[in-house]
């Protein structure tokens, strides 16, 4: 299975939940988020302003508001995950910080991406020039 990250540090659309109802005050815990299957999700705002940026020609009303995706159930079956990083969508700091998260083992179904330190077989592809740095820069 190939994904990226997106700017909400998740895989394929398999955005953190919405803090409403049972999630309200926690995000579902990463056994209970690992059993969600392919489903038509509500893409998450800044995942739809991302979409806008990196497709969309910088036009979010162009954007769909909802994406199918595969899984973390599917995920799980896959007997690789590759995630492709060339540096577009996602900052810097952020490829870092899930990459940082799955190597530790550290999961939180807030940052989904970490949930795949669960994996027994993840790969990160980087694209050296698209790593950037991490460094404040105000504009």
Sequence with gaps: MQGCQGDIKHWAFN?????????????PPSEEYKKLTTRV????????????RTSGGGSITMVPTKAITVG???TWRA???????????DNPFGQRFTTFMISKKIMDTSVSMSLLSDHPNV???FYRKGLGTCEIAMH
């Design 41 to 52: 999700v509500d893409l998450h705002p800044i995942t739809s302003a991302q979409n806008a």
């Design 15 to 27: 955005d953190p939940p919405k803090r409403e109802g049972a999630y309200k005050d926690n995000p």
């Design 123 to 125: 790969q990160f592809n």
């Design 79 to 89: 007997e690789k995950v590759s995630i492709w990083h060339a540096g577009m969508h």
């Design 72 to 74: 973390p159930a599917e």
